[in-house]
């Protein structure tokens, strides 16, 4: 069964602290996106990487940044929380040269900056 | 993107079809019509796609007018497990580096009941 796994299901983090988001996925997949979720505002992609140390800043980048050492693994980073950022985080991954849009989510991370 | 317009909510008793509709009148010639769901606290989940022919597969059918400017999702024999928000997407399909983005409107809310 494929599979992508977020480090943490929810996570609380003051204002001013560094955080890091971990995702992995265990189907070889080039294509990796991290995207955020909130109410009202829909799917909104944050940063994208299509090979290892690869990204493409996505919509909403500002306050954020990626690192892609590993095929298997990508790295959200926020340099400070802030409040704005409190938001249900979703990592995706899929296959390069599909012609589809078939993404393969894990479960989401929900984070609150106080 | 071609702009799609879903009801905000719908219900389907359990073991009856779920039968939920996607407008996309501005859709394009070389646009696809995607279906995920979410079920809550949980990441998206990709159900089907489709250009204009009619598509099935183990979750769902996808039923595309001639014109392409309408589309249903049919959920033929609906559980309690289905119950979920499903989301209707246009988007072109690209070849190669694939890694286009999604991004998910407002959806529908299926409630399944016994």
């Known amino acids: 069964d494929v599979k992508v796994t977020q480090s943490s299901r929810y996570l609380v983090k003051r204002t001013g602290e560094k955080v890091f988001l971990e995702c992995v996925q265990d189907?070889?997949?080039?294509?990796m996106f991290w995207y955020r979720q909130d109410p009202g505002l829909g799917l909104r992609l944050i940063y994208f990487?299509?090979?290892?140390?690869?990204?493409e800043k996505g919509d909403i980048p500002e306050g954020y940044s990626v690192s892609r050492e590993k095929k298997e693994r990508f790295s959200l980073i926020l340099e400070s929380a802030s409040t704005n950022q409190t938001s249900m985080y979703l990592c995706?991954?899929?296959?390069?040269?599909?012609?589809?849009?078939?993404?393969?989510f894990g479960p989401g991370t929900r984070l609150t900056v106080t | 993107d071609a702009k799609t317009t879903q009801p905000t909510s719908m219900d389907c008793a359990e073991g009856r079809a779920a039968n939920l509709p996607c407008n996309h009148s501005?859709?394009?010639?070389?646009?696809?019509v995607y279906w995920y769901r979410q079920i809550h606290s949980q990441g998206p989940q990709y159900i089907i796609h489709g250009l204009k022919n009619n598509e099935t597969n183990e979750m769902a059918s996808l039923i595309i007018t001639e014109d392409r400017k309408s589309s249903t999702l049919i959920l033929p024999h609906a559980t309690l497990r289905d119950t979920a928000v499903y989301y209707c997407?246009?988007?072109?399909?690209?070849?190669?580096?694939?890694?286009?983005?999604?991004?998910f409107g407002q959806g529908t809310i299926l409630t399944v009941h016994p």
């Open positions: 501005t859709i394009s010639g070389n646009e696809y």
């Open positions: 990487s299509y090979d290892v140390k690869m990204k």
């Open positions: 189907m070889d997949h080039e294509n």
């Open positions: 997407i246009v988007r072109v399909a690209i070849g190669g580096t694939s890694y286009g983005k999604l991004t």
């Open positions: 995706a991954s899929n296959p390069r040269g599909t012609v589809t849009y078939e993404q393969y």
